[in-house]
């Protein structure tokens, strides 16, 4: 009279996998008895079980008109040897002790003398204290010196000479700066490549004072959950147009580097985001310069190793906001990015506008912004 479902039998060990998803068993209580059945059939032995009345509608109503759940429904069941859990039982005489009797709430007082014990010990000594005379008082908390201001490590500067020297012989001339934004004075550490031979032929200079054109990278917006290691970071482009008039609608345009890229930024008239720093400053280098990292062997041309990313933890005195997560797993995820992708964000909108303004009265610079 139930619904028409093959009952549950067991409990089985499995023995051997077959072909076709399909195993072979044994039964743990009955010796020899050998079955073969489909994984789709099978069912985990569970840890406990817990007999409970169905609910209640017109089909249990049916099924259990003349079959009500029996004093032994286990092994109605077909299970054996399985001992359910017994509800607990409250005693029915509870000893009691005279300590609940005696429970009261502290007083103000009571707390107060907790944490800092009364200072006289008569009322003569209350008066002396009343009168002018000096009583030493018990320390509430710790009085000793304040704590030691945390050190912050400065990063050293190359040389002038030095450091153009390894610029020159880097092949990827990345830099970690710290970037001021806006007109205020927060600063916010970005990741930049210097752009040596436009800054050669537009300031001679730059080799004797460290005042470069740089160029600067986004990280891709798909990556930012991912740890550093992990997160990929492409130049930050803009169109002609919209470097000429910014306005708080613009787009942020990432190419995916490759040896083409700067020709495709071209022919779509897209020109990275640049700016005069002068790396020899001390609130400005934080490190470089360093190449990308190596992933098994292989140069890429967007990803940080840890060893950049430890050096730029230790200069966090330097910049405002956050770095990028180092303790997520370390596992990267290979998705279709996209070659060219449009991103749009309120503060590089916003640092835009503000460069484009204090570069309005230079059409050369604007036009390497």
């Not at 569970?46 to 259990?64: K, T, W």
């Not at 007082?109 to 008066?127: G, K, V, Y």
């Not at 990278?217 to 482009?237: E, G």
């Amino acid at each position: 009279m139930d619904k028409l479902q093959y009952a549950f039998t067991g409990p089985w060990v499995i023995k051997a996998q077959l072909k076709g998803a399909s195993y072979e068993l044994e039964h743990c209580e009955v010796s020899g008895k050998r079955e073969k059945k489909h994984a789709a059939d099978l069912s985990p032995y569970p840890v406990e079980l817990i007999p409970f009345h169905s609910v209640d509608g017109a089909d249990s109503r049916y099924g259990q008109l003349y079959k009500p759940i029996g004093l032994h429904p286990f092994k109605e069941a077909g299970i054996k040897g399985f001992a359910p859990l017994k509800p607990f039982k409250v005693a029915a005489n509870l000893a009691t002790t005279g300590r609940c009797t005696k429970f009261h709430w502290p007083s103000l007082s009571e707390l107060n003398d907790e944490i800092a014990p009364f200072r006289w010990h008569d009322d003569a000594e209350f008066r002396r204290y009343m009168d002018g005379d000096s009583i030493t008082m018990l320390p509430v908390l710790n009085t000793g010196p304040p704590p030691a201001a945390p050190q912050h490590t400065i990063p050293t500067i190359p040389a002038i000479h030095l450091l153009t020297a390894a610029i020159i012989q880097s092949s990827d001339k990345l830099f970690f700066v710290s970037h001021s934004i806006g007109s205020n004075t927060a600063r916010k550490w970005r990741l930049a490549r210097v752009a040596f031979q436009d800054s050669m032929s537009l300031y001679p200079s730059c080799t004797q004072d460290g005042r470069y054109l740089f160029e600067f990278y986004i990280c891709h917006p798909s990556d930012w959950r991912y740890n550093a290691i992990n997160q990929h970071y492409w130049l930050q482009y803009h169109g002609l147009d919209e470097v000429a008039t910014p306005s708080p609608s613009t787009d942020a345009h990432l190419i995916r580097p490759s040896d083409t890229s700067d020709s495709y930024a071209n022919r779509h008239k897209l020109v990275p985001f640049r700016k005069w720093l002068n790396i020899s400053h001390l609130d400005t280098f934080i490190h470089g310069p360093f190449d990308f990292a190596s992933i098994r062997g292989r140069k890429s041309r967007d990803r940080i190793s840890q060893d950049d990313w430890d050096i730029l933890g230790r200069h966090t005195s330097m910049f405002n906001n956050p770095l990028p997560k180092f303790d997520v797993p370390t596992y990267s995820i290979h998705v279709d990015r996209g070659a060219h992708v449009t991103y749009h964000d309120e503060a590089l909108c916003d640092l835009l506008l503000f460069e484009a303004s204090r570069t309005s009265n230079s059409a050369s610079d604007r036009r390497y912004l």
